[in-house]
């Protein structure tokens, strides 16, 4: 069983940044990419970013190229989205997901592992 734990939301004026963890706490040859999803209320669940273990391919959401980075630290089994240039539209839940089989990596059924998210405020 693969748990995350999301953290470092919180609230930040709109050109700020924030950055985001996520403790993966097993990461076995079965977990083949993490990725950020983000979610308002109303609304689907939003692709992000996402990262391969493997190859260290990575994705991002059109509407955060440029600002956002993601990245991982393979000893501390930790993903990070580093998220920059904050505009109020980035408002959201933020989820952290792992992915235990090959998939398109914008899917959120690649994914078979969710936290429970961190809250991102960005005020105007």
């Known amino acids: 069983q693969v748990q995350l734990v999301e953290s470092g939301g919180g609230l930040v004026q709109a050109g700020g940044s924030l950055r985001l963890s996520c403790a993966v706490s097993?990461?076995?040859?079965?977990?083949?990419?993490t990725g950020w999803f983000r979610q308002v209320p109303g609304k689907g669940r939003e692709f992000v970013a996402a990262?391969?273990?493997?190859?260290?391919?990575?994705v991002y959401a059109d509407s955060v190229k440029g600002r956002f980075t993601i990245s991982r630290d393979n000893a501390k089994n930790t993903v990070y989205l580093q998220m920059n240039s904050l505009k109020p539209e980035d408002t959201a839940d933020y989820y952290c997901?792992?992915?235990?089989?090959?998939?398109?990596?914008?899917?959120?059924?690649?994914?078979?592992?969710w936290g429970q998210g961190t809250q991102v405020t960005v005020s105007s």
């Open positions: 990262i391969r273990w493997r190859s260290g391919n990575i």
């Open positions: 997901a792992a992915g235990t089989k090959t998939g398109i990596l914008f899917n959120t059924r690649t994914y078979d592992y």
């Open positions: 097993e990461r076995s040859v079965s977990t083949v990419a």
